[in-house]
């Protein structure tokens, strides 16, 4: 799986970043839930400059590193991800 193309499903709007709406879309459309105080750790863990969206070099950085952080949530759901666009 590309990390550019895992950001561009991600990216909704496609302005090249990802902001916390739309990662709880992603999150959600995979059949997790997702509160915002989760959103909000999750766009923590990848968002380093804060300044509250997640560019493509923060993404591909989080991504390299293992895909760390505190709820996990994202690593799972990216988990899901993979495995349905194994499936086609
Ligand atoms: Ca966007
Ligand atoms: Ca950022």
Same mark, same amino acid.
């Given at each position: ?7 561009? +499903?991600?990216?909704?709007?496609? $302005? *090249?970043?990802? #902001?916390? #709406? ?8 995979m =059949?997790f839930?997702?509160?915002?105080? +989760?959103? $909000?750790? *999750? ?8 300044? =509250? &969206? ?11 590193? =293992?895909?760390?952080?505190? &709820?996990g949530l994202i690593a799972r759901s990216l988990r899901m991800?993979? &495995? ?5």
């Open positions: 799986m590309e990390i550019q193309k895992v950001f561009e +499903e991600f990216d909704k709007d496609h $302005n *090249c970043e990802i #902001d916390e #709406d739309e990662l709880k879309m992603l999150i959600i459309e =059949g839930e997702i509160s915002d105080e +989760e959103a $909000n750790q *999750c766009m923590q863990d990848i968002d380093k400059n804060n300044n =509250g &969206t997640i560019s493509p070099a923060e993404f591909q950085h989080w991504w390299l590193a =293992g895909r760390p952080g505190k &709820t991800f993979n &495995t349905a666009a194994e499936m086609f």
